[in-house]
């Protein structure tokens, strides 16, 4: 089936610094991906959709220069945490469209950010 | 716009119990429906689909059949394991064409032996 894999699962990081999160389709091409943020005992809450080659499209409320979203191949995209600070602390979530395989949506397992 | 309706938690069941996890939503035209299931510290993964109505998704003995006339789409078990204890999420997305999903809020089930 498809696979997404999420890295890393989990990072601690100091104020001030920034956190790379990584996504791959393993088996398949991802023209879309969606990133998600889950705070503790909540819903997913949508961030922003990225297609390969194209600027992400970033949900209201969402701050872009904070959260940058590459998507440059079609097995990667980045979500990069900017000048992180302790409220970005939260659960992660990639997820990846693969229409082709009819497998729908398939999701990272997601990245516990810490910031200190 | 879209919306997912979740009955409200935590589910607390003895191993074997019925489970039932009910789930409405709102949407125009005729969305996807989804449940997903979340174990603790992971990611999601798709339990059962159904893209249209009166189309009954099936995994894992796990059960829901897409009723267009009452909206609603709702989780059925009908012997639940201890493996079952999770977060599960209803979600849905516009038609078949794999936009954006809306999920619900969740569900947190815990069976005990």
């Known amino acids: 089936g498809a696979v997404v894999s999420q890295h890393p699962s989990w990072v601690i990081c100091k104020s001030g610094t920034s956190v790379k999160i990584e996504c791959r389709s393993l088996?398949?091409?991802?023209?879309?991906m969606f990133w998600y943020r889950q705070f503790p005992k909540q819903s997913l809450m949508l961030m922003a959709t990225?297609?390969?080659?194209?600027?992400?499209?970033?949900e209201q409320g969402v701050e872009k220069d904070k959260f940058l979203i590459n998507h440059a191949s079609l097995t990667l995209s980045t979500l990069t945490v900017t000048s992180a600070h302790p409220e970005d602390s939260s659960f992660y979530i990639c997820?990846?469209?693969?229409?082709?395989?009819?497998?729908?949506?398939?999701f990272g397992s997601g990245t516990r950010l810490t910031v200190v | 716009g879209n919306s997912v309706t979740q009955m409200e938690g935590p589910v607390t069941l003895s191993e074997e119990a019925f489970l039932t996890i009910n789930c409405t939503y709102t949407a125009t035209g005729y969305p996807s429906l989804f449940w997903y299931v979340q174990y603790p510290g992971e990611g999601l993964q798709l339990l059962l689909k159904a893209t249209k109505a009166d189309d009954k998704g099936s995994n894992k003995g796990f059960e829901a059949t897409y009723r267009k006339e009452t909206t609603s789409f709702h989780l059925e078990k009908g012997s639940v394991q201890v493996s079952d204890s999770a977060v599960y999420f209803c979600?849905?997305?516009?038609?078949?064409?794999?936009?954006?999903?809306?999920f619900g809020q969740g569900t947190i089930l815990t069976v005990h032996p």
């Open positions: 997820s990846a469209r693969d229409t082709q395989g009819g497998y729908g949506y398939t």
């Open positions: 088996d398949f091409q991802a023209t879309t």
């Open positions: 979600a849905l997305t516009p038609g078949t064409s794999y936009g954006k999903l809306t």
């Open positions: 990225s297609n390969e080659g194209s600027k992400a499209t970033y």
